[in-house]
């Protein structure tokens, strides 16, 4: 018999019932050590006494109003942004999705109005990851999620990642814009390089393209800058954002230049929720924290301390682990051993991690884990790594 919760997902059988900081608490008692962040959500912890009091206050006062009215805290908090990036604009929406699915519209009508009806095809990249919407997927043109939903939306190909020759000669008459991941999650904690984010913003320039990021789940400061652009210098014309922005309350956006969001004039697109009161009430609240002096800077520098223990992790247990990458506190380790039995083993002693493409598991520490937080998830990793050599040398012996 079907489940009361339609069962589309692979869950864990673990039920929890209290977050407090970087620790997780189950109906049964255990406490896990969180390195999944909610898959890079939950920035600020679990909890966090800040954001609790934003959600509190603001539930005793509004909610939702619908956008037929102004709502102050949407200002604001846009504004913030805009003065924090490359944007002049931005869009509320509810989840990464939809930030998606609103910035290929945006992509869409600014060719239009620019007098070029026929172009609507975006580029996309190999093992990209833009979410579950039927354009979002097909832009994210994972085969096995797109089997058995009809035709994928036309006019999503994907490329090779850094590799910009193949991304020119893909370009045609119909060609609207180019979406990337400065750092691909899902695929495997893959990065771009900053001179194939210059390449990509060149050949947009040259043809009239747009460039949107998808940086759902490397803003708001998972990388160690407020937005993971940051560390090319190369800005994009839109940028999709969700996930760590609303720290576990559902909130996303897409943002864009002026010049880009030219054709979303009144009318063109719309969402019951999106930005009411009460999310973009505890978003300013997650800004409030995450832009405090310092705060993302901290992110960087632990964020370095904690790449350069995972690659002394690597060195140390090669049988088990690849290698080590990525930036901030988006880190990926790299698996010999199935990706999915080290997620296993390491939720078994204690905590939990996520796992991605390329048999990597990713490691996503709240914003706010500190040195000893981070010491103790690397104690748990070694203990693993030390279980799966004593299995192999067992089997080695039978
Ligand atoms: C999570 C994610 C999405 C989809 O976000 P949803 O809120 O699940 O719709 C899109 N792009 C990237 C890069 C993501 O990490």
Redesign the pocket.
């Known amino acids: 018999m079907v489940t009361a919760v339609m069962p589309t997902y692979g869950r864990k059988d673990v039920v929890f019932e209290r977050g407090e900081g970087n620790y997780l608490y189950a109906t049964d008692g255990r406490r896990f050590l969180d390195f999944t962040s909610g898959?890079?959500v939950n920035a600020l912890g679990h909890c966090h006494p800040a954001l609790v009091k934003a959600l509190t206050e603001q539930g005793q006062k509004l909610w939702h109003t619908s956008n037929l009215y102004r709502v102050g805290n949407g200002e604001k908090l846009a504004q913030r942004l805009v003065d924090l990036t490359f944007a002049d604009t931005m869009f509320f929406c509810n989840?990464?999705?939809?930030a998606?699915e609103g910035g290929i519209k945006l992509i869409r009508k600014y060719q239009y109005v620019n007098g070029h009806p026929k172009r609507y095809k975006i580029i996309c990249f190999q093992a990209a990851?833009?979410?579950?919407l039927l354009n979002?997927l097909a832009a994210t043109g994972n085969e096995k999620y797109l089997e058995g939903f009809g035709p994928p939306a036309a006019g999503y190909r994907h490329a090779p990642l850094n590799n910009a020759n193949v991304v020119r000669d893909m370009v045609d008459d119909e060609t609207a814009g180019i979406l990337v991941?400065p750092i691909q999650?899902?695929g495997g904690v893959r990065e771009t390089t900053p001179e194939f984010l210059k390449a990509l913003r060149q050949i947009c320039d040259e043809f009239g393209l747009l460039l949107f990021y998808?940086e759902?789940?490397t803003g708001f400061g998972r990388t160690g800058k407020l937005f993971a652009y940051q560390w090319s210098g190369v800005a994009p014309d839109v940028m999709a954002v969700?996930?760590g922005m609303g720290g576990g309350f559902p909130i996303?956006a897409f943002m864009a230049t002026e010049k880009a969001a030219v054709g979303m004039v009144p009318g063109t697109h719309g969402s019951t929720y999106g930005g009411n009161p009460l999310a973009t009430g505890v978003a300013n609240a997650v800004l409030d924290e995450i832009t405090r002096p310092g705060f993302i800077e901290g992110v960087h520098e632990r964020g370095e301390y904690l790449k350069g223990k995972l690659q002394d992790l690597v060195k140390r247990h090669p049988a088990v682990f690849a290698g080590a990458r990525g930036t901030g506190f988006l880190q990926g380790l790299q698996c010999v051993v199935p990706a999915g039995e080290m997620v296993d083993r390491l939720q078994s002693l204690g905590m939990l991690v996520v796992i991605a493409g390329e048999n990597v598991v990713r490691i996503f520490p709240s914003l706010i884990a500190d040195k000893a937080v981070l010491d103790e998830g690397l104690a748990i990793l070694e203990k693993a790594a030390v279980s799966f050599e004593k299995a192999g040398a067992t089997k080695a012996a039978d």
């Not at 989840?95 to 939809?98: K, P, Q, R, T, V």
């Not at 990851?129 to 579950?132: E, K, Q, T, Y």
């Open positions: 898959i890079a989840s990464g999705a939809e998606i990851f833009h979410g579950r979002a991941e999650g899902e998808d759902i789940h969700a996930k996303g």
